[in-house]
């Protein structure tokens, strides 16, 4: 609790610091005198929030553009959307605040919440804020998130045919957490390389986010799976020798963000998971879990609507799969979309619908409460907190 403010604040560099007194409790006398312990103060928590990474709120498109840009009303400030290619300045009213991601109170659309202004919201898009941080809107037009329609793989090699998909039918909604469950040689790996647009269906339709992508080309789809989609694989796919930030970094390499935003972005994801304070560990230097958490960063790290994981836990013990699979649910409950291929029927149960395919079909599709979270998710992933 705060007793008392203390009056004279010091102003460095814009940042204003106050002196406090705090009563805090301290039975086990922990904290002693003469240790230095960091507080946080949580003076307000929102469920559901719809949240803009701060750095989304910061980027100024060139000067030309940004001069013809209206004056937004007193309470509102500009953001960028990417509308036919070119940025559009859209007025919001901003919330809470935790110093790496923004509440949207009022404004514009959920997809636009998705860090960089490359994934912003399709023309006409409106939203209803606090609501889950899910879209409606002409451009949707209450399109699901994935839709696939009788779709079929089937593998030729040399005069033997493998039928690996038969004909699924799907559809996942934004914010769902899908487990993926069958035997092995079922069709779970081939199915998750159809939805992340890895390979194509031999026949069928897969509409993501209401538009085809079956019938696509290589560069198209790459195009689609790197706008869209973060990937996590069983091994965790890390550079030997690199850091963890460097390693997140990598995606943005390919994608041609500059040198200082990357380093920024990568830290921030890796806060997100957790690893703020292993920036400079190398894969070799961590745990089987934070590796994996550095992988889940690296996947994040480019905003993706829907994260894609083929046996996430399948190299870790029991306790760190536990943990991973806590920091998919917190991601999963902060509005992405999470699919994931699993052997293993209690990693299932953290997630909120389960999928068994069975000779390329799904024989069944339950939704289901997910287990409670033993082990809280980290707050930044889940929570708008200042
Ligand atoms: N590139 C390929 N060429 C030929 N057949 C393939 C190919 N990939 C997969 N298959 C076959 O398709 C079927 C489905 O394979 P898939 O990898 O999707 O199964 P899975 O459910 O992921 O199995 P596991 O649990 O062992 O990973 C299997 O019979 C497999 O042998
Ligand atoms: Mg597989």
Not at 48 to 64: H, Y
Not at 310 to 315: A, I, L, Q, R, Y
Not at 330 to 351: Q, R
Request: aromatic letters at 4%; charged letters at 25%; hydrophobic letters at 40%.
């Amino acid at each position: 609790m705060i007793r008392q403010i203390r009056n004279a604040p010091q102003s460095v560099q814009n940042v204003v610091t106050y002196d406090a007194v705090i009563d805090v409790d301290n039975p086990d006398l922990k904290l002693r005198p003469g240790m230095t312990a960091n507080v946080t103060f949580t003076y307000a928590e929102k469920d559901d929030a719809l949240k803009f990474p701060n750095a989304a709120l910061r980027f100024r498109p060139p000067a030309e553009i940004a001069a013809a840009a209206p004056r937004p009303e007193r309470d509102r400030r500009l953001v960028w959307v990417l509308r036919d290619g070119k940025p559009k300045p859209v007025a919001i009213r901003t919330g809470l605040s935790d110093g790496s991601v923004t509440e949207v109170a009022e404004g514009t659309c959920a997809r636009a919440t998705r860090s960089s202004p490359r994934r912003s919201a399709p023309p006409g898009t409106t939203c209803r804020p606090l609501s889950g941080g899910r879209c409606s809107g002409p451009a949707m037009a209450g399109a699901p998130l994935l839709r696939l329609e009788d779709v079929t793989k089937i593998y030729r090699a040399g005069e033997v045919e493998v039928r690996a998909l038969a004909g699924v039918s799907l559809v996942v909604e934004t914010g769902e957490f899908v487990a993926i469950m069958g035997a092995s040689g079922s069709g779970k790996s081939t199915l998750m390389h159809l939805i992340g647009c890895l390979d194509r269906p031999t026949s069928g339709r897969y509409l993501l986010e209401g538009r085809e992508v079956s019938g696509l080309n290589r560069n198209a789809l790459a195009e689609v799976r790197n706008r869209t989609m973060g990937f996590v694989f069983q091994s965790f796919n890390l550079l030997a020798r690199t850091s963890a930030v460097e390693n997140v970094e990598l995606p943005l390499v390919y994608a041609g963000v500059p040198a200082a935003e990357r380093k920024r972005r990568a830290a921030e994801a890796l806060r997100q998971v957790g690893l703020g304070d292993r920036l400079e560990h190398q894969p070799g230097q961590m745990s089987g879990g934070q590796q994996q958490r550095v992988a889940i960063a690296r996947a994040l790290v480019g905003a993706p609507r829907l994260l894609l994981a083929d046996e996430p836990t399948g190299n870790l013990d029991s306790r760190t799969s536990g943990e991973v699979m806590a920091l998919l649910r917190g991601l999963s409950e902060a509005g992405l979309t999470v699919v994931l291929v699993t052997h293993a029927p209690d990693i299932a149960t953290w997630t909120s619908r389960v999928l068994q395919l069975k000779d390329g079909l799904v024989v069944s599709d339950e939704r289901q409460a997910p287990v409670p979270v033993g082990q809280p998710a980290p707050a930044g992933a889940i929570e708008v907190r200042s």
